[in-house]
């Protein structure tokens, strides 16, 4: 009985240690701390912003409606919707007969003043050279004051006529040439080479100075300008290349580059205004007007290894 109690010690003493030692390794041992998650970097979340289309139309930089500079009847139109035009091509052409008449009497006047200046000219000669005549006379007791006062007029007043048919033959000449200024107003040229979008006149239509005649615009290059919202992570820049497709076909995708950048911020909008031109070879339909989308941001480039 002895030996028993002892055995039974024995293994509760053995027992009872290798319990404890599970328990005093969990209180021994820290607690590891929590790793964070590192914040995603400027980069990261450039290249992870989702794609927004943007919705704007494709323009060209010059499209004007040419106006009538002076007012007339229309006498023939020249070029209709569609046709294609260079700068200076003509397109309508307004009723001319009466300032063409005027044109002609100015030059006739013209012709006359330049003659009373030429036949002024030998009077002036004559009469001064006559003033100098009495002057020597008068030295010489010849001649007497009065004869030598009436030839000092006649010399002043032969420069007088001379100087007036002088301003004449000069304001004769201005309008003469405001005449033909006027005159090559009444043919409506194109303002520079595209295509003629619209026309609004008529042969036989009374035009007033001011009213509308064409409408002329360019093809190409074609541009696209959107907004950019301030808050996108990705800042426009000149040069960037982005794509832009057709509202109306998706698929149809063509690649712009950034042209032109607003120096501020639109605080209506709150938003970039950009300026891109599209590059590469375009297809003939691609008109400008047409509804396009604008992919923005732009696709990121891809990092070299």
């Given at each position: 009985m002895a030996l028993l109690a002892v055995g039974l010690a024995t293994c509760g003493m053995a027992c009872g240690g290798s319990a404890s030692r599970p328990q005093a390794a969990e209180t021994e041992t820290p607690a590891r701390a929590a790793v964070p998650t590192p914040a995603r970097t400027d980069a990261v979340a450039r290249t992870t912003e989702a794609t927004q289309p943007i919705l704007s139309v494709l323009t060209v930089e010059h499209e004007v409606d040419v106006l009538a500079e002076e007012g007339g009847v229309v006498e023939n139109v020249l070029r209709d919707e569609g046709a294609r035009v260079q700068t200076g091509t003509p397109l309508a052409q307004l009723d001319d007969r009466t300032l063409r008449a005027q044109l002609a009497h100015d030059q006739d006047d013209l012709v006359v003043a330049q003659d009373n200046v030429k036949y002024n000219q030998a009077e002036l000669k004559a009469k001064q050279a006559n003033y100098v005549r009495y002057q020597e006379l008068r030295k010489l007791g010849l001649s007497s004051d009065a004869d030598l006062e009436k030839a000092k007029f006649e010399a002043e007043g032969a420069q007088y006529d001379l100087d007036s048919w002088g301003a004449i033959v000069k304001r004769t000449e201005s309008q003469i040439r405001i005449a033909e200024l006027t005159l090559a107003k009444m043919q409506i040229r194109a303002p520079f080479d595209g295509v003629v979008a619209r026309r609004y006149i008529r042969q036989g239509q009374l035009m007033a100075k001011g009213d509308r005649c064409f409408r002329i615009t360019q093809l190409r290059p074609l541009e696209v300008r959107f907004p950019v919202p301030e808050t996108s992570r990705?800042?426009?820049?000149?040069?960037?290349?982005?794509?832009?497709?057709?509202?109306?076909?998706?698929?149809?995708?063509?690649?712009?580059?950034?042209?032109?950048?607003?120096?501020?911020?639109?605080?209506?909008?709150?938003?970039?205004?950009?300026?891109?031109?599209?590059?590469?070879?375009?297809?003939?339909?691609?008109?400008?007007?047409?509804?396009?989308?604008?992919?923005?941001?732009?696709?990121?480039?891809?990092?070299?290894?």
């Open positions: 990705h800042t426009p820049r000149a040069g960037d290349l982005i794509q832009v497709s057709l509202a109306s076909d998706g698929s149809r995708v063509f690649a712009a580059r950034i042209l032109r950048v607003g120096p501020v911020v639109d605080p209506a909008s709150g938003s970039w205004d950009v300026l891109a031109e599209l590059v590469g070879r375009l297809p003939e339909d691609l008109r400008p007007g047409m509804a396009v989308e604008v992919h923005w941001p732009p696709e990121p480039k891809p990092t070299r290894r």
